[in-house]
């Protein structure tokens, strides 16, 4: 099967830009999370003077949605513990009643990851920044590992990070995190220059479906694409296969023209028609939000099939 009818884009992308808030400039890599009336996101708006903010949001069927014109202005006890201006870059995971959210939370000292918990989108409760500067990128898994918390992250630079390996902690509480183990990085082609967890993992009787990002370094800049990589369920830095073909690479207009041409970044994925379809939602070229849609079948044979960690067959 060719790459190309794994993943069919949808015909109304893109389904959100700029004009879902007053004031900003781009949305792009947000968090949408499936829930019993519908759909919610934390989504990442840049907005006029380069703030980087997060607006929770609300769709009835995943596609039209309505986003709060205020930024969140997350609960903490704590004032050493807050929300920056630089704050992108969001994943939401459920367990139980709760959504866990992280992010970017960029600051003096670099960017660095943010946690917060709700139950209604409306009240965030800000937890302590679970690792330290500098690093992006972390996703929580639906599920406790060994009965712990665990989470991907990738550790990063202050800048435009030249590299991108995929680590995974966990933790007994949310605040002490250890267990430290690698899990991937970058490997040649599309994915040669870093890679870095997208929306959180998926759990397959396959393993963890982690779809991720992978970065290549053009004579014109960064290109980001999508693969997908199947974790072993109970030590997840274990790969048990990761594909060696990309997944989505950017080609239509609106991933290829943007504040930041050429990006395709996958952050959060829904499961359709009772776990048959994954639908993945991405940013698109740091400016607005498309969804593309994948059979769940068809998208583990093709991480399989298309997988460094055996030879390919041909079907
Ligand atoms: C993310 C963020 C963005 C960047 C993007 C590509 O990790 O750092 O600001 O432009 O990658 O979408």
Same mark, same amino acid.
């Given at each position: 099967m060719a790459n190309e009818t794994v993943f069919k884009r949808y015909e109304g992308n893109p389904i959100i830009t700029a004009k879902a808030v007053p004031r900003a400039n781009s949305i792009h890599n947000s968090a949408i999370v499936k829930v019993a009336d519908g759909y919610r996101g934390v989504f990442r708006v840049d907005e006029i003077d380069m703030d980087y903010t997060l607006h929770a949001g609300y769709s009835k069927d995943g596609i039209h949605w309505q986003l709060e014109p205020e930024r969140i202005r997350m609960q903490s006890d704590d004032p050493e513990v807050h929300m920056t201006d630089q704050s992108y870059d969001p994943r939401i995971t459920q367990l139980g009643d709760t959504f866990y959210v992280t992010w970017c939370n960029s600051n003096a000292n670099g960017p660095c990851i943010g946690l917060a918990t709700t139950k209604d989108f409306k009240t965030f409760k800000q937890w302590e920044n $679970?690792? $330290? $500067?500098?690093n992006r990128n972390c996703v929580i898994f639906p599920r406790k590992i060994n009965g712990k918390y665990a989470i991907l992250h990738r550790p990063s630079d202050?800048?435009?990070?030249p590299f991108g390996d995929i680590y995974y902690a966990e933790s007994p509480d949310l605040v002490h995190w250890g267990h430290h183990r690698f899990v991937f990085g970058p490997r040649g082609g599309w994915q040669s220059m870093k890679t870095g967890p997208g929306p959180h993992p998926i759990e397959t009787p396959e393993g963890w479906l982690l779809i991720y990002h992978g970065v290549w370094c053009s004579c014109n800049g960064y290109i980001y694409s999508a693969g997908a990589a199947l974790l072993d369920l109970e030590r997840p830095w274990k790969v048990l296969y990761r594909t060696k073909d990309y997944l989505l690479y950017p080609a239509e207009a609106y991933e290829r023209v943007g504040d930041v041409p050429n990006v395709i970044f996958p952050s959060s994925a829904t499961l359709e028609q009772g776990g048959k379809v994954v639908r993945l939602y991405y940013g698109c070229a740091d400016t607005c939000i498309s969804m593309a849609e994948a059979q769940m079948s068809d998208l583990l044979a093709w991480t399989q099939e298309h997988s460094f960690e055996r030879p390919r067959r041909s079907t």
């Open positions: $679970p690792l $330290p $500067p500098a202050r800048g435009h990070t």
